[in-house]
């Protein structure tokens, strides 16, 4: 069975500061994918980067960036020069195999993000 | 990206009434959707996935005559609170599988009130 663990329950962070958000999974597969989300008080959930296990570069979209360390089963989040917008929660997902279609996705905990001014 | 909606919003319904949340992808033909529930500083917990033209796979411990859904189309899926009651108070989110992209796309939500 797959798991995801965020162990950061809440993260204060001063804006414009830098912030890595923890998380940790277990699979026994060798295809997956890993995603982040934030959802903001609206509850919509919005796709922040992703990242394939046969990926070798870490992924980056913007501010956001994946670091991916396989062989520690860990794809942190990294929010480089932080903005008061960017107060959330932070879920990590996984999904299994990384052939396109219909895999569920599995959440951990998350993460409350909030930027102080 | 592609962009799936939620209807309605927001429902508050009496405690015995039935609720029908309506999932639908807008710019993509999804034929698996997912539907999650989600307390109030909890994770998303996945229900049911909901494929079209067949019937949906319940997670364990979701009550199937409870939760219905019905994967009618390609661009919809519908979930009804069959006899909610209070406790079944939840945000609900439905989410779709893009068949060219690794990417699942959620809809904004539907908070549901059972008084």
């Known amino acids: 069975a797959q798991k995801i663990t965020q162990t950061q329950p809440g993260m204060f962070v001063q804006e414009k500061e830098a912030v890595t958000l923890d998380c940790t999974y277990d699979?026994?597969?060798?295809?997956?994918?890993l995603f982040w989300y934030k959802q903001p008080s609206s509850g919509e959930m919005i796709f922040l980067i992703y990242?394939?296990?046969?990926?070798?570069q870490n992924a980056t979209e913007g501010r956001y960036s994946l670091n991916f360390q396989k062989a520690r089963k860990s794809a942190n989040l990294v929010i480089s020069a932080s903005q008061l917008g960017d107060s959330a929660m932070y879920f990590c997902?996984?999904?299994?195999?990384?052939?396109?279609?219909?895999?569920?996705?599995?959440f951990g905990q998350g993460t409350r993000l909030t930027i102080n001014p | 990206g592609a962009v799936v909606s939620q209807h309605p919003s927001r429902v508050i319904c009496k405690s015995g009434t039935s609720v029908k949340i309506e999932c639908r992808s807008l710019?993509?033909?999804?034929?698996?959707m997912f539907w999650y529930r989600q307390f109030p500083k909890q994770s998303l917990m996945l229900m049911a996935t909901?494929?079209?033209?067949?019937?949906?796979?319940?997670e364990q411990g979701v009550e199937k005559d409870k939760f219905l859904i019905n994967h009618a189309s390609l661009t919809l899926s519908t979930l009804t609170v069959t006899s909610a009651h209070p406790e079944d108070s939840s945000f609900y989110i439905c989410?779709?599988?893009?068949?060219?992209?690794?990417?699942?796309?959620f809809g904004p939500g539907t908070r549901l009130t059972v008084t």
């Open positions: 990242q394939g296990s046969y990926d070798e």
């Open positions: 699979t026994s597969d060798q295809s997956y994918g």
């Open positions: 909901s494929n079209e033209g067949s019937k949906a796979t319940y």
């Open positions: 710019d993509f033909q999804a034929t698996t």
């Open positions: 989410s779709a599988s893009s068949p060219t992209s690794y990417e699942q796309y």
């Open positions: 997902a996984m999904r299994g195999g990384l052939i396109q279609g219909a895999q569920k996705l599995v």
